[in-house]
């Protein structure tokens, strides 16, 4: 994001100030910060904030509706007073959608663009240079790319994207010796760190980035496809694992992830590319009561101790409803 076209100005360091432009994301992330804390606020036994909370979420909800034009949410240039359409379209512009704030509409319109932007990263790789010319080789830009496809409901194309991405670092993060294998891409960053930049040819860039280290949440959220609900009795399982890993036969595990208080564990064996058996075994007290579908039709399940085996589609989207087993 330094010295994006976005900000309108020069930028010979990447550290000035644009205050004069309401960016779309941080619109987006207010209304959602107002929604958490309203959501908050009685547990720590503060509700008469309740509706102050909400305010914030709506002034701001209404706000970000104001920056949206056709197809794609724009920054807003307080100087001009006018909409900035004529920058590079950012992923992080796509916000709205994972914040809550955009209409299903919306969302249907913003696809398109996102798969731009991965069509641009794929040809990448075209070039022999390593280099960070593509939004999409950093981790600050992946996020909100990736849950805001969710949002749109794209989740094959977060799939992909997290594959391509593990496909290009990985080799490049574990391999054994300093100098790259290939040393027309002398750029690759130390073995076993992770970094800053996620690039066409591998990872480079600062060492042991802390927003390089995210790539196990994107690979649950995304492949696995465990993730939270509002409801602390319920997650969402979605199983999206793309073409090259979802061979009949194939196996893959979670194991013990911290889950309420306790562990939850997953296993997958696909019985053929759009079919996977799931095996759900929780810790502690923690049990499955019941699964359903995006027709909230119950899925099937066989108990075999611990573990709820079911049978789920590759790229459906399932809800898990979790129980206290010592509960009557």
Same mark, same amino acid.
């Given at each position: 994001? *330094?010295?994006?076209?976005?900000?309108?100005?020069?930028q010979?360091?990447?550290?000035?100030?644009?205050?004069?432009?309401?960016?779309?994301e941080?619109?987006?992330?207010?209304?959602?910060?107002g929604?958490?804390?309203?959501?908050?606020?009685?547990l720590?036994?503060?509700?008469?904030?309740?509706?102050e909370?909400?305010?914030?979420q709506?002034?701001?909800?209404?706000?970000?509706?104001?920056?949206?034009?056709?197809?794609?949410?724009?920054?807003f240039?307080?100087?001009?007073?006018?909409?900035?359409?004529?920058? *590079?379209?950012?992923?992080?512009q796509?916000?709205?959608?994972?914040?809550?704030v955009?209409?299903? =509409?919306?969302?249907?319109?913003?696809?398109?663009?996102?798969?731009?932007m991965?069509?641009?990263?794929?040809?990448?790789?075209?070039?022999?240079?390593?280099?960070?010319?593509?939004?999409?080789?950093w %981790?600050?830009?992946?996020?909100?790319?990736?849950?805001?496809?969710w949002?749109?409901?794209?989740?094959?194309?977060?799939? *992909?994207?997290?594959?391509?991405?593990?496909?290009?670092?990985?080799p490049?993060?574990?391999?054994?010796?300093?100098?790259?294998?290939? =040393?027309?891409?002398?750029?690759?960053g130390?073995?076993?760190? %992770?970094?800053?930049?996620?690039?066409?040819?591998?990872a480079?860039?600062?060492?042991?980035?802390?927003?390089?280290?995210?790539?196990?949440?994107?690979?649950?959220?995304?492949?696995?496809?465990?993730? =939270?609900?509002? *409801?602390?009795?319920r997650?969402?399982?979605?199983?999206?694992?793309?073409?090259?890993?979802?061979?009949?036969?194939?196996?893959?595990a979670?194991?013990?992830?911290?889950?309420?208080?306790?562990?939850?564990?997953?296993?997958?064996?696909?019985?053929?590319?759009?079919?996977?058996?799931?095996?759900?075994?929780?810790?502690?007290?923690?049990?499955?009561? =019941?699964?359903?579908?995006?027709?909230?039709?119950?899925?099937?399940?066989?108990?075999?101790?611990?573990?709820?085996d079911?049978?789920?589609?590759?790229?459906?989207?399932?809800?898990?409803?979790?129980?206290?087993?010592?509960?009557?």
């Amino acid at each position: 994001m *330094d010295t994006s076209r976005r900000f309108q100005i020069q930028q010979p360091t990447g550290g000035e100030v644009v205050e004069f432009l309401p960016l779309v994301e941080l619109q987006a992330a207010a209304s959602q910060a107002g929604a958490i804390l309203a959501r908050f606020a009685p547990l720590v036994g503060d509700g008469a904030s309740v509706s102050e909370w909400h305010k914030i979420q709506n002034s701001y909800a209404e706000k970000t509706q104001q920056l949206w034009k056709d197809d794609w949410f724009h920054d807003f240039d307080t100087r001009s007073r006018k909409l900035v359409i004529n920058a *590079d379209r950012d992923p992080s512009q796509a916000s709205p959608a994972f914040c809550g704030v955009a209409t299903n =509409e919306q969302n249907k319109l913003l696809t398109p663009t996102l798969r731009k932007m991965y069509a641009s990263l794929l040809a990448q790789a075209d070039n022999p240079k390593s280099s960070a010319d593509n939004q999409l080789d950093w %981790s600050s830009f992946v996020l909100p790319f990736l849950e805001s496809a969710w949002a749109c409901g794209d989740r094959r194309l977060s799939s *992909d994207l997290v594959e391509t991405i593990c496909n290009r670092i990985y080799p490049s993060m574990d391999r054994r010796s300093v100098m790259p294998r290939d =040393e027309s891409h002398p750029r690759l960053g130390w073995p076993g760190a %992770s970094c800053e930049v996620w690039g066409a040819h591998g990872a480079f860039g600062g060492e042991v980035y802390g927003w390089g280290a995210v790539m196990p949440a994107h690979i649950i959220r995304n492949l696995v496809g465990l993730r =939270e609900t509002d *409801d602390p009795q319920r997650a969402i399982i979605a199983p999206g694992f793309p073409t090259s890993l979802a061979a009949p036969g194939r196996e893959y595990a979670l194991e013990r992830l911290p889950w309420r208080g306790h562990f939850l564990s997953i296993r997958y064996r696909f019985l053929d590319e759009s079919r996977v058996r799931v095996a759900i075994s929780c810790g502690g007290p923690l049990v499955v009561r =019941e699964v359903h579908d995006e027709q909230q039709q119950l899925v099937p399940l066989r108990r075999q101790g611990i573990s709820a085996d079911l049978e789920l589609a590759n790229f459906g989207l399932y809800t898990i409803a979790f129980a206290d087993r010592s509960t009557p």
